[in-house]
């Protein structure tokens, strides 16, 4: 992976710490920031509440996939890239739709 040096000693130094925080507190925000540009990209369907409710009820499946994903990624340095970069991307299109 195309880390920077930093967080690549970091990740290697303590990977109790990192897969800790990739499955607690980065799960958590990454299946928030999702759960929140769910709606964005999800039609409304016939009643038009389809794109706010379905991403409200997937909100536990939003969370145990980047959890289980963080536990179980046997390459922490991927598993960092990959999470890191998730919640960017869904984080830069509700940014780009609240602005």
């Known amino acids: 992976m195309n880390l920077p040096a930093p967080l690549r000693r970091g990740i290697g130094a303590r990977p109790v710490l990192t897969r800790w925080l990739?499955?607690?507190p980065g799960a958590v925000l990454l299946g928030l920031v999702t759960m929140c540009a769910m709606t964005l990209?999800?039609?409304?369907?016939?009643?038009g509440v389809d794109n706010i409710a379905i991403p409200i009820v997937l909100m536990p499946?939003?969370?145990?996939?980047?959890?289980?994903?963080?536990t179980?990624?046997?390459?922490?340095?991927?598993a960092t890239a990959v999470m890191l970069g998730a919640t960017l991307a869904q984080g830069l299109v509700l940014a780009l739709v609240l602005v």
Request: hydrophobic fraction near 55%; charge should be negative; aromatic fraction near 18%.
């Open 22 to 24: 990739l499955a607690g």
């Open 41 to 47: 990209w999800l039609p409304a369907g016939p009643g």
């Open 61 to 70: 499946l939003l969370w145990a996939v980047p959890f289980f994903y963080a």
């Open 72 to 78: 179980l990624e046997p390459d922490l340095e991927r």
